[in-house]
């Protein structure tokens, strides 16, 4: 029996961009590092199209970086389901296209990254809707749970980079930037943090800081603690020991530069989050707002998990500064106190990120854990 390598993927947008920063770099691995074939369905091709500005919105099917794009809508024709269907983060895929799935088709349910305990008992478990069996496959950062989305080659381009100070030269060029001497920080964050009170601690460091915002919602904060009207891309401006810099909201792979040229990333939600990991640098985490205080307990589960042998001191500086980050202060001791840690937080987090590089990543497992099924339905007829 010949195989089918085609995979459907599902994007829902919920809101921001990492419902699609996720299945936009999902599409491009399973292509490009398995070989598949993957139709990828978007419900909103505008929110989309900032992150792929490839993207033509009128069109309602179009191939980019030979991924075939479709507009997902109430009208779409569906073609029969792939072999294999991927419905991101419980998007609930359309009656019409459920209409055309057969009970071997692989569907799976792609959750949410978390790194809580729960997540490996609830990895890989599945659930009947008729004929149909839907799989739930959740990411995470131990063995028995689905991992993390990871490129081949991408921890070894970040250390490169690292490395290599005319490249970093070049992407600061690129950005129309000189390379600066001063503790680099990036900033990408939801506007409810305490941003005012960020700028304030690092304007009080007793390093001096260059902080790079890409172009997002928090630039009004921003321009309030500056005591500015408004932003724009390109302005630098400055207070006691900062220098901000509003920079364009980048390509994802001129931000994984950005996060490896930096010495201290701030980032939120989920990808960004896990490529902060990959850059190996000291990085603050602000998780999705989510009701009955989730996103707390989804934080102490990752910093527990991610900082369980740093050493104590370093740890509490952490620990400090991404629970000031939730609050709404951030007392100029507790970033001082961080910034005291950098050395040894930049070895450890190279060190977590070389380590967790070594687990099988997201999208291998996802190939793996589909052969494995469609074997079990068809035996050696495939
Ligand atoms: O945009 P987010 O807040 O996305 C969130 C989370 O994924 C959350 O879990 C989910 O429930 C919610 O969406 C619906 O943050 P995240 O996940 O980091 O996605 C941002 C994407 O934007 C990521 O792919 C990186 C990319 N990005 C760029 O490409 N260029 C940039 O300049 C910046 C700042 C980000």
Redesign the pocket.
Known sequence: MAIDKTWDIFCK??????????C??LAKQLRSEHQLTIRLYIDDLHIANQ?IPAIDTSLEQQSIEGISIIAWHADTKFQPAAPVVIES?ACELPPNYLNTMQPSTVWINLD??SAESWVDDFHAKSSKRGALTRHFFFPGFTPSTGGLLREYDIVKEQQSLDKAAAHQQDFWQSLGLAPSPNVKV?L?C?PHAPISALLSAMAQSSLPISCYV???SILSSVAEFFGQSTLQIGDTLTKQNLTLHV??????S??DK?LGCCDINF?????????AIWAGKPFIWQ??LQTEQTHIKKLHAFLDLFYADCAATTKAATFNLHNAWLSEQIPAGIWQDYLSQLNPLNAYNRQQSNALAQQTDLSTKLVIFSEKIIKNIFGNKV
């Not at 920079?247 to 994802?252: K, V």
């Not at 980032?267 to 490529?275: H, L, N, T």
């Open positions: 947008i919920v809101d921001n961009f990492g419902d699609i920063g996720i936009w770099r992150l983060f949410y990254l990036s990408f939801y890409p172009a997002s920079i364009p909201f980048l390509s994802q001129d931000y950005l980032v939120r939600g989920e990808d960004s989050w896990i490529r998780p999705y």
